[in-house]
């Protein structure tokens, strides 16, 4: 018999926290947030499963030199871990790591964490509200709470190019480095001028003997304005953490303030990025004919704006190439392109972004009666508030459906987040839950105002790794941070059927069914 809660009866079930074993599945930004906050609120019975064999995520794998956030340092870390130590107003992907390292090492985070795991399957029980996870290795883990933290943008995305294995020389992704292969004096291609390939881009240049930059379309490219904070600054920071969180408020409002340029479809405020990004190419690029190949004809911030300091002056070396002509083929010596001109190189770079991975489950995932998340997910990932996904009750989705903000930190959303999950949690154990499960018509609405929304987003007027084949958006959050976070940092158990723990049969229930 399912009841749902009325009132604050509790019925005699499981309460120890033993008896309550979340697991957290990736030991990324989303995963260690999380778990600091688990430990905040002493809840100490969960479990990390990593796939690799050390924590970071991103920031574990992009090391490719000039590796580093597009998003300010301050901003781009954990509210309730603020680091004042940071050396750039943009971190190397490196420090990042260590800030990674460092709060793991803090909270003592690797007592729970299982490295080198892979859950390949998820099932859930809904007489026990338990949810049995099948691991890589073959044994199996169980938890009332399961947190996906995978992350959106983690598998390499290798392009759809003929011949591709067929080239004889070295290939690497940007995200999948080979540090042990050294490219100076090297003949270079570097295929694909999205964020990765703007920071790579600049930083080899200068030590190979020649780089050929494969461009299928150019990119909206705004000043970085990097620069380093000194020691004194660095000193200010630390000696007052108000400056720090002062800082962090400042950045976090601008990019709120400025955002409706990057992801509105208002011409007349693209036209301003656009500007801003024109007067940029000028002053990089003296030579017309480049600057006019360099220059994107889609709506501003319909791709991912990208920020540089150097990308565009990069070209004006003599020992680089902008190759605009279509690739044809990958063979033995090099890239051939469409004109039949064979370009020979020693090494290409693959700077051609990720598998998106939100539009799938990460594995096999399924719920209530047996159903797969894939299924539920045929026409495009959904979930109420990017988070939780009706008929998959006590499945937590960290980073999920349009949750991805264009012009912010996403960790502003990935905070939001955890602290919902957290609510959730704390709800289920303190009443003494068998699951929480959102409603089908509360998580329809939400995403029908959300798809509702998306004509006036500037994103469906170009090709990019944000739309579904479908030409739908599964992926952006449509609207400025604050107002995501004020919706989504709450969980309220009105939009979801709250459902408790058998009652234990009492003597008149047994005299009734001995009857
Ligand atoms: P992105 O932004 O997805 O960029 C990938 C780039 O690779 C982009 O310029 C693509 O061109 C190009 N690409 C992909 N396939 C091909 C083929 N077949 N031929 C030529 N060029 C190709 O990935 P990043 O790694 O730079 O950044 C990923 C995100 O991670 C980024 O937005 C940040 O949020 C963090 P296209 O533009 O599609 O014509």
Redesign the pocket.
């Known amino acids: 018999m399912i009841e749902h809660l009325q009132d604050s009866e509790t019925y005699a079930a499981p309460r120890r926290e033993t008896d309550f074993p979340i697991v957290i599945v990736g030991a990324g930004f989303g995963g260690i947030g999380m778990a600091i906050q688990l430990e905040k609120a002493g809840i100490r019975s969960y479990t990390i499963f990593e796939r690799a064999d050390e924590i970071g995520g991103t920031w574990r794998d992009n090391t490719y030199p000039g590796a580093a956030c597009?998003v300010p340092s301050h901003a781009y870390s954990l509210s309730f871990e603020q680091n004042p130590d940071w050396t750039r107003k943009f971190s190397p992907s490196s420090e990042i790591q260590g800030y990674l390292l460092g709060i793991v090492d803090k909270w003592k985070l690797r007592d729970h964490i299982e490295f080198g795991v892979e859950i390949d399957e998820a099932r859930f029980d809904e007489e026990t509200g338990v949810w049995t996870l099948h691991r890589s290795d073959g044994e199996t883990a169980t938890a009332r709470v399961v947190i996906s933290a995978v992350g959106g943008?983690v598998d390499p995305?290798l392009?759809?190019?003929p011949g591709i294995d067929a080239f004889e020389g070295h290939t690497c992704h940007?995200?999948r480095w080979d540090h042990d292969y050294d490219m100076e004096g090297k003949r270079v291609a570097v295929?694909?001028?999205?964020?990765?390939?703007v920071q790579v881009v600049p930083s080899i240049a200068p030590r190979v003997k020649h780089l050929t930059v494969?461009q299928?379309?150019p990119?909206w490219v705004v000043p970085k304005r990097d620069a380093e904070y000194s020691e004194a600054e660095r000193q200010r920071y630390r000696r007052f953490p108000l400056l720090l969180n002062l800082s962090r408020a400042f950045k976090y409002w601008m990019s709120e303030l400025f955002g409706p340029i990057v992801y509105l479809n208002a011409p007349r405020l693209s036209a301003r990025g656009e500007r801003i990004s024109l007067a940029h190419l000028r002053s990089q690029v003296k030579d017309p004919v480049l600057r006019e190949k360099l220059t994107p004809d889609f709506q501003f911030g319909c791709?991912?704006m990208l920020i540089s300091d150097d990308y565009w002056a990069t070209f004006e070396r003599e020992n680089v190439t902008l190759e605009c002509d279509p690739?044809e083929q990958i063979e033995g010596r090099g890239i051939r392109t469409k004109n039949g001109t064979l370009h020979e190189f020693d090494a290409i770079v693959f700077?051609?972004?990720?598998e998106l991975g939100l539009a799938n489950a990460p594995f096999p995932i399924y719920g209530r009666d047996g159903r797969s998340l894939n299924d539920a997910w045929a026409a495009g990932a959904v979930a109420y508030k990017g988070m939780t996904v009706s008929g998959f009750p006590n499945w937590f989705i960290l980073m999920g459906p349009n949750t991805g903000p264009g012009h912010t930190s996403v960790l502003v959303f990935t905070e939001a987040q955890i602290q919902h999950t957290l609510g959730a949690i704390k709800k289920m154990r303190d009443e003494n839950l068998r699951y929480v499960d959102v409603r089908q018509d509360v998580q329809d609405h939400y995403n029908d105002r959300i798809q509702a929304r998306m004509p006036h987003m500037v994103w469906g007027n170009c090709?990019?790794?944000y739309l579904n084949d479908d030409g739908t958006n599964h992926s952006l959050y449509p609207g400025p941070a604050f107002e995501y976070v004020a919706g989504a940092c709450h969980f309220e158990a009105r939009d979801y059927e709250c459902v408790k723990f058998d009652a234990p049969a009492t003597s008149a229930d047994e005299e009734t069914a001995a009857a």
């Open positions: 597009d943008l995305s392009p759809d190019i940007t995200a295929i694909g001028t999205g964020a990765s390939a494969f299928r379309t990119a791709k991912r690739i700077a051609t972004g990720f090709n990019s790794w």
